[in-house]
């Protein structure tokens, strides 16, 4: 997603398998040959690469690789051969701290990408912090994982000084829908249903927040079991509510099965989503009733930004089978934030990574700054991107998922 100069990718990259010891030496005792010789960095990525939210997951997992395949091809880290570690989340707290534990254990890995939920993220910050191990998501939009739990109280400290992120957060995109949705698309009531998650319940609690206090009314709230897919119960609540939009906090799994089943209840009105929906995956679960229907997203649309043009190129040209998604950007810029920080670590030290290489790319970390696919890559004192911008999509056409949502508004939130 984000890098200063994108290069075409090579057709192929020579096989190599480098290794790094513990203390970062590069005695040839310690160090196989690889492709041009020098030291192997790992990056980690943690995602749902399985089961629902796999769509997400492997978008971001792809784009990763993208970033890896093009800073080896360039060179860019001299004495430095980057490469990939996945590793599957399926969207559980406990498998993202399993895995959390597998990339501390692997000390060639230096730095991490993800995961997609915010939950994951909570269960990984501490391995990861505690090892001194870098860790940048490209989708994480809790507040309290940057700036702690009473964030809304005027109290913000940072939890985790390894983590950071290059999504925005819920604290913004839960107001910028509601200042759409009441401003522009002037609608009035509305019935706010979650899952009851970390990231669903916390986008809600902030939409709600804000769309209340615009002169907005709440006309009903509900909790669902995202699991169960059977949502009739709470779409005749929705249907006998009077309400005149749906706001879900939670992801498109449910999300577009709650849009079709509320809709066939009588309930012709849209639903609307943060990131956690904007997929293709969406379209193809709400059908034809989700046409209408809107998500906001963090960022602007890629496919808009110059910046980006040579990124959608370069993965169109690597064939992968499954789409960028809507984390493509900001996972691509996440692993070259990595890559930025292992460059000036390696450079500081003569060309050689140092004993301390972790805890040292964590300190590097919190000066990165560049321009990404997805715009300019920094972090404030808490990790957050510096980057608030946000954007309001609508599925516009049903008939082709991967071209159905549309932007409608980019901007950012002004409270």
Known sequence: M??????????????????????????????????????????????????????????????????????????????ITFKMEAADDQGQPSSGQTNATKFVANKKLLGAVGPLNSSVGESMQKVFDDAKLVQVSPANTNPAMTQGPDWNGGKKVRPYKAYFRTATTDAIQ?????????????????????????????????????????????????????????????????????????????????????????????????????????????????????????????????????????????????????????YGGYSYDSAWAIIEAVKKVVEDNDGELPSDARAKIVDAMQDVSFDGVTGKVSFDKYGDATNKQLTVYQVKDTTDPAKGWKPVKSGTYTG
């Open 2 to 79: 984000r890098q200063r100069s994108l290069i075409a990718i090579t057709a192929a990259l020579t096989a190599g398998a480098l290794t790094l010891t513990a203390c970062g030496s590069r005695d040839d005792k310690d160090k196989e040959s690889g492709e041009g010789g020098g030291t192997t960095v790992v990056i980690g990525v943690d995602a749902p690469l399985t089961g629902d939210l796999s769509a997400l997951g492997l978008g971001i997992r792809n784009s990763v690789e993208l970033a890896i395949k093009q800073a080896n091809a360039k060179e860019y880290v001299d004495g």
């Open 174 to 326: 839960g107001p910028f829908a509601a200042q759409y949705l009441y401003n522009t698309a002037k609608k009035k009531k509305v019935f706010v249903v979650d899952d009851k998650k970390t990231y669903g319940a916390g986008l809600a609690a902030t939409f709600k927040d804000e769309f209340t206090k615009l002169g907005g009314k709440v006309a009903g709230t509900e909790h669902v079991n995202p699991d169960t897919k059977d949502f009739g119960a709470v779409a005749t609540k929705i249907k006998n509510s009077d309400a005149d939009v749906v706001y879900y906090g939670g992801e498109y799994p449910a999300a577009g099965p709650l849009s079709k089943q509320m809709k066939k209840a009588g309930a012709k009105i849209p639903l609307v989503g943060g990131d956690g929906i904007y997929s293709a995956d969406y379209i193809k679960l709400a059908g034809k009733d989700g046409k209408g229907d809107y998500a906001t997203s963090v960022g602007q649309p890629v496919e808009q930004l110059p910046s980006a043009k040579e990124f959608i190129a370069n993965y169109e040209k690597a064939g992968y089978k499954e789409a960028y998604e809507a």
